[in-house]
C-alpha cells in the first residue's frame, strides 16, 4: 500500500492513503541502520499491521525529488516564504538565507508579506525596492483583512508548497484562512522583543484542494548555509546572473576582484546594496568556515 506522510511526531509517521484514509505508522529500523529519517512529504510504500485501528509499518521510501534540512519536509514545488511588513519588521539577513537555501535546492520562491494592515506605505515601498529586482513573486497580504487571500490560493493551486518563516509574522493566521480542515495555532507577539512564541511544534501537510497541498513548518530563528561552497554561491543570488560573463575576470566571486560588474551594478543603483551586503557576509562565513 502506498500514501504520504502528513505528519510526524515523536517516532510515530501518519500516512494518508488516498480513499483510505491516515494510517498510524513507525518507521522499520532499517531505516535508523542505513541514516534514513523519513519526512513530511515523502511519498512511502507500507504494510498494514492493524486495519480496524489503521495502523502500519513503513517498509519503503520512494525517492525523493528534493528535500530540505530545516524545515525537515521533501518533494515540495515551492516555497512560501512568510515575513511580515511590520511588527516584526524583516530580518533581512535571515530572509536572504533563507533565499540562498531554496536556490541551492533548485526550489522556487514565492515572498509573501503580510500584516500591511498595520504597515506604512513607506514600508511597503521598502521590501518591493529590495526583492522586485531579484526575480521572485511578490505577494503583499493582511491575514486580519483577509487581502490579497484569493490571490495566495491562486499562486497554491496544484503544488506542494512549504510554508516558512519566522514566528509570528501570520503564517498560521493565513493557512486557517486558506482551509477549514485543519485550525493551526496561532501566538501572541512579545511586545518586549517583537518575536513570535512559536505555535507550530511540527511539520504538517494539509490538503488545500486537488493536488493541492501546504505543508507548514515550525518557526525558525537562524539558517546556516554550511553545506555551500563558497564559489556557488554568487549562483544563489539570481539578480547576478544576467551579469555573468561581464567581469574582467573569469570565475569572478564579486569580491575583491577589479572591474566586477556586480559591484558596478551595486554602485549604480542596479542591484540592492542590502542584498550585496547580505552575499559578501555569507561569503565570509563561507570562507572562513573550519574543514575537517
Do not use: W
Request: aromatic share 8%; proline share 4%.
Amino acid at each position: 500500500m502506498y500514501g504520504k506522510i502528513i505528519k510526524g511526531i515523536a517516532g510515530f509517521y501518519y500516512v494518508h492513503v488516498v480513499e483510505s484514509g491516515v494510517y498510524e505508522c513507525k518507521a522499520k529500523g532499517i531505516f535508523r541502520k542505513d541514516g534514513v529519517k523519513p519526512l513530511v512529504g515523502d511519498g512511502v510504500e507500507m504494510e498494514v499491521t492493524h486495519e480496524k485501528d489503521m495502523e502500519g509499518n513503513i517498509i519503503r521510501i520512494l525517492p525523493r525529488k528534493n528535500e530540505l534540512i530545516r524545515p525537515a519536509v521533501a518533494n515540495i514545488d515551492q516555497a512560501l516564504v512568510v515575513f511580515a511588513v511590520t511588527k516584526p519588521r524583516p530580518h533581512f539577513n535571515l530572509l536572504d538565507r533563507f533565499l540562498v537555501m531554496m536556490e541551492s535546492r533548485h526550489i522556487p520562491v514565492v515572498l509573501c508579506f503580510n500584516k500591511t494592515d498595520i504597515a506604512e506605505d513607506p514600508e511597503i515601498a521598502e521590501l518591493k525596492e529590495i526583492y522586485r529586482g531579484c526575480g521572485y513573486p511578490l505577494l503583499f497580504t493582511s491575514a486580519k483583512e483577509e487581502e490579497n487571500i484569493e490571490e495566495l490560493r491562486r499562486v497554491l493551486k496544484g503544488k506542494t508548497t512549504a510554508v516558512a518563516g519566522p514566528s509570528g509574522v501570520g503564517k498560521s493566521s493565513l493557512i486557517n484562512l486558506l482551509q477549514s480542515e485543519v485550525k493551526m495555532e496561532t501566538g501572541s507577539i512579545s511586545s518586549k522583543i517583537e518575536r513570535g512564541k512559536h505555535t507550530t511544534r511540527h511539520s504538517e501537510l494539509i490538503v488545500l484542494g486537488e493536488d493541492s497541498y501546504i505543508m507548514d513548518t515550525p518557526g525558525f530563528s537562524s539558517l546556516y548555509v554550511n553545506e555551500l561552497e563558497k564559489e556557488d554561491l554568487k549562483y544563489c543570488f539570481p539578480e547576478f546572473s544576467p551579469l555573468e560573463g561581464q567581469c574582467r575576470f573569469n570565475g569572478c566571486d564579486h569580491i575583491h576582484e577589479p572591474g566586477c560588474a556586480v559591484k558596478a551594478a551595486v554602485e549604480a543603483g542596479e542591484i540592492h546594496r542590502m542584498r550585496y551586503d547580505d552575499y559578501a557576509m555569507l561569503y565570509g562565513e563561507l570562507q572562513g568556515r573550519k574543514r575537517y
